[in-house]
């Protein structure tokens, strides 16, 4: 028997979406130098904010001056492409590993498998979602769930992915709704069309589940490991 791989699991972090954008690319560029282990972790926006995927160049003006609360939404680009995803009442997940066989699909189902796992284990079924390509013409990713999306059996899309390839390195992160606000949402989006996704559960809760899964799903044993001083000082650099 080999010992199982070590991958590092980053406490849960309340951040910008400019940070947390820029912990994630620089856990992606160090892990393909192979100077760091594969990682998973979860974080929320704060404040809220839309990310726009990586090639997105038209979106609505309007968002440039977006108040919530009496907090400005950021408005940041992803590394990952996609559309604009409104973090607001989220908890986002990354995974960067490297190694999965298969095309692009393949690595997004080898990923997902966690989530469904983790998801089911605290009584939520999820599955893949169906829309074909006239997603591309819809500026909101929530707004269709296409094959890379997780809904919920009424078809609620509740988790929405991205993902960046670099060579046999991926990082791929999603937004999963736990409370979004539905005034918010159609205030962006302009349709009132969101389903709230009640769930009674704890954040806590949900990454408690999502770690075990992953742990089983990547067969691998996690090391939980904040981010030290250096690291946050190589990360300003990077941005």
Known sequence: MGSKQVWRLIPLLAASGVVQMAIDRWLLEQHQAGKHP??????????????????????????????????KLDLVRRPTGGRAVL????????????????????????????????????????????????????????????????????????????????????????????QPDAELF???????SLTPVQLNLSVEEIIRALTTAASDCFDMQLEVKPLCVAEWNDIAGDR
């Open 38 to 71: 594969p990682t998973l972790r979860f974080y929320t926006w704060s404040p809220p904010a839309i990310s726009l995927g990586y090639h997105q160049r038209q979106y609505p003006e309007h968002w440039e001056n977006l108040i919530w609360r009496g907090q």
């Open 87 to 178: 973090h607001q009442g989220d908890l986002t997940y990354a995974v960067v590993t490297s190694g999965l066989s298969g095309n692009r699909l393949a690595a997004y189902e080898k990923i997902c498998e966690f989530l469904i796992q983790g998801w089911r284990a605290i009584a939520i079924e999820l599955s893949y979602g169906t829309a074909g390509r006239g997603y591309i013409h819809n500026p909101n990713c929530f707004g269709t769930a296409t094959g890379a999306d997780l809904v919920l059996p009424d078809g609620t899309k509740l988790i929405g992915s991205a993902q960046l390839r670099r060579g046999n390195v991926i990082l791929q992160h999603g937004s999963m709704r736990l």
């Open 186 to 192: 159609a205030q962006v989006f302009g349709a009132a």
